[in-house]
Nanobody
Framework: QVQLVESGGGLVQAGGSLRLSCAASGRTFSKDAMGWFRQTPGKEREFVTGISWRGGITYYADSVKGRFTISRDIAKNTVYLQMNSLKPEDTAVYYC????????????????????WGQGTQVTVSS
């Protein structure tokens, strides 16, 4: 069974940091682009960041640029999201996703491009 399992969410004060992890199992994701999305109640799920499967190409939403960093450990089949200088508006459920069979340097920002999704982890930033 293919699974993406996020962890590392929680409650943090504004200005603090969290590191999310997304562990993949059931298949290798070494040739998938990986992405992080987030969603708040009543809003569309939005792209946060993504990373290609070759070359470490990354993209970030403007709202998180300079504060968040995506990385991946191919050997561990895991992708990470380091979140620094957190703001209350970063509060959301964060999802990781895998885009299978994609060009090695490509990162999609459209959620419809992603084939596998985790169940999400809640991040709450208090003011």
């Amino acid at each position: 069974q293919v699974q993406l399992v996020e962890s590392g969410g929680g409650l943090v004060q504004a200005g603090g940091s969290l590191r999310l992890s997304c562990a993949a199992s059931g298949r290798t994701f070494s040739k998938d682009a990986m992405g992080w999305f987030r969603q708040t109640p009543g809003k569309e799920r939005e792209f946060v960041t993504g990373i290609s499967w070759r070359g470490g190409i990354t993209y970030y939403a403007d709202s998180v640029k300079g504060r968040f960093t995506i990385s991946r450990d191919i050997a561990k089949n895991t992708v990470y999201l380091q979140m620094n200088s957190l703001k209350p508006e970063d509060t959301a459920v964060y999802y990781c996703a895998a885009d299978a069979g994609v060009n090695m340097y490509y990162v999609a920002r459209d959620l419809d491009a992603y084939d596998y999704w985790g169940q999400g982890t809640q991040v709450t930033v208090s003011s």
